[in-house]
C-alpha cells in the first residue's frame, strides 16, 4: 500500500473530498469555508470542485447555521459544520444542547441527527482569554453524541470519514497549532473506528492518558523520565467520549500507575471523568493514587509566559510523573 | 370595509360575525364564497371537526393533568385552532412542519391519533415518543416537534427548509411555527438572513396571541404589526391574517404556500389570535382583564366557523352538538387508552439516547 506525507489540514480535507464524494448528501457549512478557503485551509479547493449548493460559505451566525445544519441533518442530510474554532459554538449552544443531543432520544426514536460539528479547539498562540476553550468537557457532561480529538493525520482523516458515516452527531475536536503536522498515511481508502484508544508508546511502569495536542508534551516528559530508567506507556484517547476504559484498564493492569493529562480545566474535567472510572473498573490494579495534569483555574492569560503556566507543559507533567514514584 | 362585509353582503351580520371582524387592523383579504366552494362540504366539516378534536383533546388533557394524571408543563392551544388547522387544511400534510412546546393540534393535524398523544402526555410506552417527550415534544414523521426553547426551532425549520432544496424536492415547503415571544430572540432574525439570503421555501408563522407568558406583545416588541415590519429588513414577503377565521387562514396559507413554491422565497405570516388559557397550565392569567378574555372568547374561531357553516346551511347546531360529542368520546377513549398502557420499562431508560 503506497504512502502519502500529508499535513493535518490536508488528511481533513481528503475525508471531507472522499466522503462528499461517496454520498451527495454530505455537505460542508460553516464561515469561510468556500470562497475563502476555510480559515485554516481544511478546505481548500472544496467550493470549486464541488460548487456553492455543497461549500456553503455562511454569515456570521452560528446559532442559525447550525440549527439550519441540525434541520438539515433531521430530514435527510448529512452537514458537516465547520466552527471557525470551537469557542463560537458557545452562540449556538442552544442548537447543541437542546437539539442536536437528544433529537432521537425526545422522538422517541423517530428523528436522527447525523452532523459532524468540527474545528479547532483549545488554546492557539496567545489568543487570550475568549478564543482558547477545551469544550469536551463541557459538552461531554451531556449524553447523546460522540466526541472525537485525533492527534495526528492518519487518524484525523480516518476519524473524520468514520465521523461523517455515524447516524449521531459528532464533535470533533482539532487544533489550530497542528495543522500543519506531517505524516505518511496510506493513499488509499482507510476508517478509523469511533470508540478507540490507541497505545501510542508501550512502557511497564506507569501508563499516561492523554490525547490531542497533549501527547506531545507527554511523549517529551516520558522521554525525560526514561532517562532515570521509567518505562512510561502513552495511551492517546482518539475518541474522547465514549472512552475507551478497556484499553486504560488494560494498561494499568500493566503499569499498576497511571497520570492523566488534559488541555481543559481541572474541575469536573475530563480527567476527573477517567480518574472515577479507573478507580471503578481497576481500583486494586493501582498501586498509587492517580496523578493528574490540567489546565489551571484561570481564564486563558495572553502574556505568552502565563499562557505556558497555565496549560499542562513538559515540566509539569514530569513532576507528575515522578510524584507516581516517590 | 372589511373582507367579510363584502363577502356576506346578502346576510346581515350577526353580532359575534361583527366581533370576528377583528380590530381596526390590516388583515388578509379574501372572498369567503370562494373557500367555502373550493373546499366543499363535506371537507369543512371535516375541518371543523378537528378543530372540536383538538378543543376536547385540550380539555380532557388540561383534566387529566389537574387529576395529577399528566406533570410537567401543558400549554394549551385552546384559542388558536384555526390558525394550524387552516394551514393543514391548505397545504396538507406532506411539507415539514415545525413548531412549539405548544404542540399538541400539529400533531393531531398531521395524523398522530389521539390515543398516542394522550399516552405520551401521561408519559406512558405507548406515546408518541415512548415516554421520552411528553407535552411540549410531540413528533410525527413529517412533524420535526414540538421544541420547546422559545426561538429555537426557528433553525431547525430553516434547516428542513434547506433540505427540501438542496433534494430538489418539488412542492415542499417548510412551516415554522413561533409565537410572538420568539421574534426577539436572534435565532429567529439568523433564521430569516439564511432563508432570504439562500432562497429558502420556508413558511414562518408567527402566532400572535399577545402575550408572551405574562408579558404583553407591545411590551417586549418593538414593532406592531410584526410581520409587515420585519419581512421588510429580511427583503421577505408578509400576510397579515385574523388567526381565529378558518377561512381567512385557509386561504392565507394557501395563498403563501403558492407564492413560496413559484418563488423559492420564504414568507413570513402574522396571524392574530388569542389563547383562551394561560400561557401553560400552571398560570392563571391574572395580568389579562376579564374583559380582554371575554372579548376573546366571543371570536371563538370555533363558533365562528359553526356560524358560517349554519348560515351556509351545511350544518345544524344539532349536529354540531353531536359532532362535538363524538369527539369528546374519541378524546375519553384516549384517556381510557392512556390509563390503560403499561409505563415504559425502566429497563429501557437508556435505550434509544444514539441512533443505531
Known sequence: ?326 | MDHRSRAWENQPPTRLEMMAIGRDKSFFTFDLQKVIDELGCDALLAHLQKMLLIRNLEIRGEAAYQNGKVGGFYHSYIGQEAIQTGCVAAAGDQHWYTTTYRCHALALLLGATPNEIMAELFGKETGNAKGRGGSMHLFTDRLLGGLAIVGGQVPIATGAAFSIKYQKQKGMASFCFLGEGAVAQGAFHESLNLASLWNLPAIYVIENNHWGMGTAANRAIAVDPIADHLSKSYDMRSIRVDGMDFFACYAAFKEALAVVLKTSRPILIEADTQRFRGHSISDPGQYRSKEELRWAMERDPIALMKTVLILHNMLTEEEFRKMDLEQRDKVLAAVSFAEASPWPSTVSLEEGVMAP
Open chain 1, 1 to 326: 500500500m503506497g504512502l502519502q506525507t500529508v499535513e493535518i489540514r490536508e488528511a481533513l480535507r481528503q475525508a471531507l473530498d472522499e466522503e462528499m464524494a461517496r454520498d451527495e448528501r454530505v455537505f460542508l457549512i460553516g464561515e469561510e469555508v468556500g470562497e475563502y478557503n476555510g480559515a485554516y485551509k481544511v478546505s481548500k479547493g472544496l467550493l470549486d470542485k464541488w460548487g456553492p449548493m455543497r461549500v456553503l460559505d455562511t454569515p456570521i451566525s452560528e446559532n442559525g447555521f447550525t440549527g439550519l445544519a441540525i434541520g438539515a441533518a433531521m430530514t435527510g442530510l448529512r452537514p458537516v459544520v465547520e466552527y471557525m474554532s470551537w469557542n463560537f459554538s458557545f452562540v449556538a449552544a442552544d442548537q447543541l444542547i437542546s437539539n442536536a443531543c437528544k433529537m432521537h432520544y425526545m422522538s422517541g426514536g423517530r428523528f436522527n441527527v447525523p452532523i459532524v460539528l468540527r474545528g479547532c479547539n483549545g488554546s492557539a498562540a496567545q489568543v487570550s482569554c475568549q478564543h482558547s476553550h477545551c469544550v469536551e468537557a463541557i459538552y461531554g457532561n451531556l449524553p447523546g453524541w460522540v466526541i472525537v480529538s485525533p492527534s495526528n493525520a492518519y487518524d484525523a482523516k480516518g476519524l473524520l470519514k468514520a465521523a461523517i458515516r455515524f447516524n449521531n452527531p459528532v464533535l470533533f475536536l482539532e487544533n489550530e497549532l497542528d495543522y500543519g503536522d506531517k505524516m505518511d498515511i496510506p493513499q488509499d481508502e482507510y476508517i478509523v473506528e469511533i470508540g478507540k484508544g490507541k497505545v501510542i508508546k508501550e512502557g511497564r511502569d506507569a501508563t499516561i492518558v492523554s490525547y490531542s495536542r497533549m501527547l506531545k508534551s507527554c511523549v517529551a516528559a516520558a522521554r525525560e523520565m526514561e532517562k532515570n530508567g521509567y518505562s512510561i506507556e502513552i495511551i492517546d484517547l482518539r475518541t474522547v467520549k465514549p472512552v475507551d476504559i478497556a484499553l486504560i484498564a488494560a494498561s494499568i493492569r500493566k503499569t499498576h500507575r497511571c497520570l492523566l493529562v488534559e488541555e481543559g480545566h481541572r474541575f469536573a474535567g475530563i480527567c476527573a471523568e477517567i480518574g472515577f472510572q479507573i478507580m471503578e473498573h481497576c481500583f486494586d490494579d493501582l498501586d498509587v493514587p492517580l496523578e493528574r495534569v490540567c489546565q489551571r483555574e484561570t481564564p486563558m492569560p495572553y502574556s505568552k509566559v502565563l499562557e505556558q503556566e497555565t496549560i499542562p507543559n513538559p515540566e509539569r507533567i514530569t513532576a507528575a510523573l515522578k510524584r507516581l514514584f516517590n
